[in-house]
Structure formats: structure tokens, C-alpha cells
């Protein structure tokens, strides 16, 4: 960490709402960073580290500072001349000092009613500098005294813009409050700075803040909640809290509707009442009988020669019961079954001057594509649907205003968490049909519970599996494949070159990242004419590790892409050209969790970036960075919902915590055209015998 001393000249470049800033210093040092409004004339003392920028040359990059206030005369009269305060220009600001000299700051602080012996300060204007010279000391003394207790600045600007002048009051006395109020600050950081500032480890808001936080990571991992037993030795071994079933802070935090307990079970609230709540929605669905008569076994004869009994079977049960699950892996003729469905609805209003309204949604962006696609009808992501308000935070469709439509069809239900369920079931009408289609041997949901399994063993709804893999997909060796590895048994690896499924057996994992980029850039393009970004995924069970997705990213757009590099951030350097993904939901963007994007350009001085999603191009600035990361190479997990023309996955037995056989039969069942994994076959041999699937603690439907 270096410094640099200087002081403030002009600002090439800011962002009000992130705190970004490009400073020209009068010395002509250029500072980069998350910074507050400085004003020219004050003099800073910024600590970080000096960078090169391939068109802006050497530049700053702050992560830190320190500020005093000018001393001289000149000082002055600049500083209060940058309009830091409404009223005062250049002009105002020289007439103060050459009353009060170099006392004017002091005065300002300390006894700014004497302007009065100004002439033209009246008791308003006096009021307006007072006004504005205190916000401006405002937010630098609380950045200062943020900074002190070891919070970066771009941290300290996020707590101050959630809590203003109360920033510091509320960081010493509680700041395990931050980690409700303030994204990005998580219960580590916290508990820093509550060390900090001398609260003490058995102080209850460390305690409460600690237990929500061990709930949330719970949730994490896909449990709803944790046995009692299980959360006290959480507490012990995280907090050094002896936490007992009687303890006074469960007590308090159920009270304060934070927790519920139930069955010597804690849960967070929302999850409670959201897995009760879909439990009941479900019962009072499956209660009302279908609202209209049809004439089902005309409509089934005029559609009945093209499907299997089982599909035939499924498209009359979405006739005859409110909620359907239809379940079934790759090439079992799921995606025919829905345009059945879909065309038996849509002949059963012939001749009728009512239209059949139907409504098809998935849970990621990538998955609506597809079925939209594949089904030839618009499909939309559940919130679209259900037209979630980022800024409210709440849907526009929900119990109280219900989704119009005779049928909605969702699809990739297994990714569908306990929340996401919970809302998407109060927006359905009770004179809807709903059709939930799924593949129950993928990974659950990222998210809190699993659904769909749960849905499935609950015998309240009617569930019909295809299982006959049809002609077309006979000929795919992908499909023959995954119902292998479903089954418990090693895939075909004889690698017949007219074959669309291959393994290349790779045991020293270092040369794993090489191998795949060899893949990538020579012969997979020539080959198959793939476009390397949009046609290959490669994917990992982990982040970490010699073949984990950290270093193939970075080894594949080193090979790949030999831009400059244009932003540096997370970790990551960014050029124009890479390919990105979205980690988390954005839903003023309309941009989800593990879509793909590329970058079209970008600038340090902003430190911003413009990427191409979905055929529309986005800005990001500062404070959005931490949504995106590189995505030559993804995880497994964030690949659910998607389908690629390609699919490399890297599978070493280093990955062995991960190597399970729904995670595999999740990757492969990912590629369309072509899947090729590179690895070893113990890797793959242990993946395809552990069948432990990692429990989730739900009670969805069980007693």
C-alpha cells in the first residue's frame, strides 16, 4: 500500500451515486476510486496503489484517504470557492477571508453567526451556509471516521448513503445492523467492526446478528431451516456463544418475528411462512375442481396418434386437475407433450368466440429463450410475469391481484426455490390450470428448499414421468449418456468419431486448462464451425482447483481474447470481447442469475462497462461490477436452466466434494450438439456411483 499527497484541483469524471471519481490533482497526479465530494483547494493524503492504464497512462487508485482543510489564505478562498456550499462563490468566499483570514474555517465551525459583520449576509443566507457547510463536513467526518475503523471508502459511501449523518452514531453503537441494511456488508465485516468498536462477543447484537446470519447461510445451502441441536453448534463454533434451547436471544428474535421455532426447528421467518404458505395455496388448488366441461376424449382423439400413452396420459391430467407436474429427462418427449397440451387447450375453444389465454414462464432469462423456442409462444421469466417492482421490492401480481389465464405452463421447476414458489403460487387464480414441468434428477434449486422434489413426494399432485426416449433422441449419444449416468452406470467412452458424446482422459489436471483451450480455439472451430463464445460452454463442478473455473477463465481469455485489458476488477481483468455472466438477479435490467453476456466496451476513468445481453446492450458502472464475473468457464450450478449447442466439462478427481451424480447428469444433459469431457476416469467413475444426493432441511409436506 502506498501513499500520495496532493492537493485537489478539478474532477475529470464522478458518479453522485457511487461515489466514483477521477481527481486531477494540482500537481497533475490523476486519482482513480470510490471517493466523496472533495472541493478544489483541500489537501488529501490518499492511500492504494499506483496503476497503469493503457490510454490514460499512470493513475492513482485509491482505496483510502486522509483530508485536511487548507491553512493559507489562497487555500481558502479556493476551497470555499468550488461552490462546496450554495451561496458562496469565488466572489463571497474572498470577502470572508479577508475578514476573518486564516480563522475563516474555524469560524465556520465554530461561530459562523459572525458573518453578520459581512454586509449582504443576512440571517437566511447565514442559515443557508451554516445548512450547507455542515452536510459537506458531514459526509468527509463520517468517511474519515468510517475509514478509521477500517471500512473501505467504497464500503463507508454505501453506509452513509443508507444511513446520512447517523452513519457513525449507528457503525459504534450496533454495527451488526449494517448487515440487514446495507448489501455487500456481510456478518465477518461486521463483526470486525464491532471488535473495533469494543462490543463485546456475548453482546446480543452480535448474537442475533450471528444466528440470523448462520439461517441465511443455511439457506445458502438449500435448507430451510436448521435442527436446534445443529444451529447451537453452529453458534459455539462461529461465535463462541453457548447458545441453549431456553436462551433468552431465541426468545427475543421469535418475538421480534425474525425466527420461528417450531419442533425444536429454526427457521428465518420468511422461509417459514413462505413453505406454510405454499403447502396451503397447493391444498386449496387442488380442492376446486376445473371449471369448465370439455369434450376431453374428442379433444385426445384428434391429437392421440402423435403421442405415447404416457403423453397422452399427461396432456388428458391437464384436463382433469387443477396442477399438473410433468417430469422427465432429455429426449423423453417432454417439450412435444407441452405443445399438446398447448394444442388441446387451444381446440378446445374452437369454434368458440372465447380465445384461451395461456402464459409460459421459466425461472431464468436463458430458460424462457428456450422454451419460447422449442413451444414457438412467447415465454417470459417468472418475474416478468408476475411484473416484480425492483424499487418496492414486491410483485404486482400476488394474492391480491390475480394472473388472468385458463393454463401457465412453467418450466425448469427444479431450479425454483421456496421464495420464488411461494409468489408465483399467490398470483394463480384458482380457475387456472397450472403445469409445472421439471427433471427431478438435475440439481436442485440455488436457493432456499427443493420444490420440485418435495412437490413430487407430497402424493397431493398429480405426477406423470415420461420415461420412453423417443427415435430421434435414440440417435444421440448425449441422451443415451445422461439416462446411463442416471441409472448408476459408466456412459459409453469409446469415443466413435460419428459419436456427439466424448471423453478425453486427462490425469494430470494442470494440463486440463491447456487441453481445453486447445479444444476451444482449434478444433472444436474447425471442426464443428462452433463460434467459440457463443456455441461452447465449459464447465466445472468448482471454482478452486487446477481445473477449477478461477483458472480456466483466466487461461481461456488469455488464449482467446488478446485485447488489452480495459478494467480491473474482482479479481478479473476485463476486455472488450469477453464473455461474462450475471450472478445475480437485476431486475431493473431485466438481466438474471447466470445469463451470458458480452462486452462491448468500457472505461477505467468511469470504471464502468457496456455488455450485450440478450441482444441489448447495458451499462454497468461501479457499484453493479460485483454482479458480473468472466464466463469462458462456469460452474455446473450456474449452467441449470440453460442449453448450449456445446459443452466442455472439466472433471478431476480434485473436485471429488463435488463429483455427485446429479451434478454430472446436469452437466451433460446441458449440451445439445456436442459433450466432451476432459478429465479422469475415476473422476467420472466416482461421479456417476455417489448417488447421495446432500439432504435439505424442508418440511414442505411432511409431517
Excluded at 468500457?602 to 464466463?631: C, Q, R, W
Amino acid at each position: 500500500m502506498q501513499t500520495l499527497h496532493g492537493t485537489i484541483d478539478v474532477y475529470i469524471f464522478r458518479n453522485n451515486d457511487t461515489g466514483y471519481s477521477v481527481i486531477k490533482l494540482e500537481d497533475g497526479s490523476t486519482v482513480v476510486g470510490v471517493l466523496p465530494k472533495f472541493s478544489s483547494g483541500e489537501t488529501v493524503e490518499f492511500n492504494g496503489d499506483w496503476i497503469t492504464h493503457s490510454k490514460f497512462g499512470r493513475q492513482f487508485n485509491a482505496e483510502g484517504f486522509k483530508m485536511s482543510l487548507p491553512v493559507t489564505k489562497e487555500g481558502i478562498i479556493k476551497f470555499l470557492g468550488s461552490r462546496i456550499i450554495k451561496g458562496i462563490g469565488e466572489r463571497t468566499a474572498k470577502k470572508i477571508v479577508d475578514k476573518f483570514g486564516e480563522q475563516t474555517l474555524d469560524i465556520l465551525d465554530n461561530n459562523i453567526e459572525r458573518l453578520h459583520e459581512i454586509k449582504g449576509f443576512s440571517r437566511r443566507k447565514i442559515e443557508e451556509v451554516r445548512e450547507g457547510w455542515k452536510a459537506q463536513r458531514g459526509v468527509k467526518d463520517a468517511m474519515i471516521a468510517l475509514q478509521s475503523l477500517g471500512i473501505t471508502s467504497g464500503m463507508a459511501m454505501k453506509i452513509y448513503k443508507a444511513y446520512g449523518e447517523q452513519s457513525l452514531n449507528i457503525v459504534k453503537t450496533n454495527p451488526y445492523q449494517l448487515t440487514f441494511d446495507v448489501w455487500g456488508i456481510g456478518f465477518k465485516l461486521a463483526d470486525r467492526i464491532g471488535e473495533s468498536v469494543g462490543i463485546s462477543r456475548d453482546h446480543p447484537f452480535r448474537i442475533k446478528a450471528g444466528i440470523i446470519f448462520i439461517l441465511n447461510e443455511a439457506g445458502k445451502n438449500g435448507h430451510v431451516y436448521l435442527p436446534e441441536q445443529e444451529l447451537i453448534q453452529h453458534c459455539s463454533r462461529m461465535l463462541e456463544y453457548e447458545l441453549s434451547q431456553s436462551d433468552q436471544i431465541l426468545i427475543d428474535l421469535e418475538r421480534d418475528g425474525q425466527i420461528v421455532i417450531k419442533e425444536n426447528k429454526i427457521y428465518p421467518a420468511e422461509l417459514f411462512y413462505a413453505e406454510t404458505g405454499i403447502a396451503q395455496m397447493i391444498k386449496n388448488l387442488m380442492s376446486t375442481e376445473p371449471n369448465r366441461k370439455y369434450e376431453l376424449e374428442k379433444i385426445l382423439n384428434s391429437v392421440s396418434q402423435r403421442f405415447s400413452n404416457e403423453q397422452v396420459r399427461a396432456i388428458k391430467s391437464s384436463f382433469e386437475n387443477k396442477i399438473l407436474i410433468l417430469n422427465g429427462g432429455p429426449g423423453t418427449g417432454k417439450t412435444e407433450t407441452l405443445k399438446g397440451i398447448i394444442k388441446c387447450y387451444e381446440t378446445s375453444v374452437s369454434g368458440s368466440t372465447k380465445s384461451m389465454k395461456i402464459l409460459l414462464a421459466a425461472p431464468t432469462g436463458r430458460a424462457a429463450k428456450r422454451i419460447s423456442e422449442v413451444v414457438g409462444r412467447e415465454a417470459k421469466t417468472i418475474h416478468r410475469m408476475l411484473e416484480y417492482n425492483p424499487t418496492l421490492g414486491l410483485f404486482s401480481y400476488n394474492d391480491e391481484n390475480k394472473l388472468e389465464a385458463d393454463l401457465i405452463i412453467i418450466d425448469e421447476v427444479s431450479m425454483i426455490d421456496t421464495y420464488l414458489m411461494y409468489h408465483l403460487l399467490e398470483a394463480v387464480n384458482e380457475n387456472t390450470v397450472l403445469v409445472l414441468v421439471g427433471d427431478t434428477n438435475q440439481l436442485p434449486s440455488v436457493g432456499p428448499g427443493n420444490v420440485l422434489h418435495d412437490l413430487i413426494n407430497s402424493d397431493l399432485i398429480p405426477v406423470v414421468t415420461l420415461t420412453k426416449i423417443f427415435r430421434q433422441a435414440e440417435q444421440s449419444e448425449i441422451v443415451i449418456a445422461a439416462h446411463q449416468i442416471n441409472n448408476g452406470t459408466l456412459p459409453n467412452i469409446s469415443n466413435n468419431k460419428e459419436s456427439d458424446f466424448f471423453f478425453i482422459e486427462e490425469n494430470d489436471e494442470t494440463k486440463i486448462p491447456d487441453l481445453i483451450l486447445d479444444l476451444c480455439k482449434r478444433r472444436l472451430p474447425s471442426k464443428y464451425n462452433f463460434n467459440v463464445l457463443n456455441d461452447i460452454q465449459v464447465l466445472s463442478p468448482m471454482h478452486r482447483g487446477e481445473a477449477g473455473t478461477i483458472i480456466l477463465n483466466n487461461t481461456l481469455q488469455e488464449g482467446l481474447n488478446k485485447g488489452a485489458v480495459i478494467l480491473k476488477h474482482g479479481g478479473y481483468n476485463y476486455k472488450i470481447g469477453d464473455k461474462v455472466m450475471q450472478l445475480k438477479n437485476n431486475y431493473e435490467k431485466e438481466i438474471f442469475n447466470g445469463d451470458l453476456g458480452i462486452i462491448l466496451s468500457g472505461s477505467t476513468e468511469k470504471k464502468s462497462l457496456s455488455i450485450e445481453f440478450n441482444d441489448k446492450v447495458f451499462n454497468y458502472d461501479a457499484a453493479e461490477l460485483d454482479e458480473i464475473t468472466l464466463a469462458y468457464a462456469a460452474t455446473v450450478h450456474k449452467s441449470q436452466g440453460s442449453e448450449y449447442p456445446c459443452v466442455i466439462l472439466a472433471l478431476s478427481s480434485s473436485h471429488h466434494v463435488m463429483l455427485q451424480r446429479n451434478l454430472l447428469y446436469t452437466a451433460v444433459t446441458r449440451a445439445v450438439k456436442l459433450m466432451i469431457i476432459v478429465g479422469t476416469k475415476r473422476a467420472l467413475s466416482t461421479a456417476v456411483r455417489n448417488n447421495r444426493i446432500s439432504e435439505r432441511y424442508t418440511t414442505l409436506f411432511k409431517s
